[in-house]
């Protein structure tokens, strides 16, 4: 009985830093130019993870723009997924959105406005992905 109840927490601990990971690994795919060229003679290391990460870029794409509006709904209180129970916030929301946004924009293809804002903020992105990696740390560790 105390190993169910174990594993009960131990898969809401793992539930519970989902978006967190998310974008952390979105984060990391969208910087990694930018880490490249902060890694020094680690870059070995940065381009082998950016290319492992990059066969499922579509993938990671869905998954933060998914797990991002349910917590920005979630938070603005208009449905509720108990995603404010999982440590998201508004940062972690926006971030998730917006680097799923940029990773999988072909599921958006049909609809001009977000091809059009995808557009303008491509430029940002691996900044994006840098400010989306230090809120999914922030959120993990403090």
């Not at 950016?50 to 998914?66: D, K, M, V, W, Y």
Request: hydrophobic share 60%; charged share 10%; net charge positive.
């Amino acid at each position: 009985m105390y190993r169910g109840t174990l594993n009960i927490i131990v898969y809401y601990r793992i539930i519970a830093m989902l978006i967190q990971l998310v974008n952390i690994i979105s984060g990391f795919v969208l910087a990694a130019p930018k880490l490249k060229a902060l890694a020094g003679n680690k870059v070995a290391h940065v381009e082998k993870a950016e290319s492992t990460l990059n066969a499922f870029r579509g993938f990671i794409g869905i998954a933060a723009f998914i797990l991002g509006v349910c917590a920005l709904l979630g938070r603005l209180g208009i449905v509720f997924f108990g995603m404010f129970l999982l440590g998201s916030s508004f940062p972690q929301g926006i971030s998730a959105v917006l680097c799923g946004l940029l990773l999988a924009p072909h599921l958006f293809a049909n609809v001009p406005a977000i091809v059009d804002f995808t557009a303008k903020i491509k430029p940002y992105a691996e900044w994006i992905g840098v400010i989306a990696i230090f809120v999914g740390l922030d959120s993990l560790l403090f």
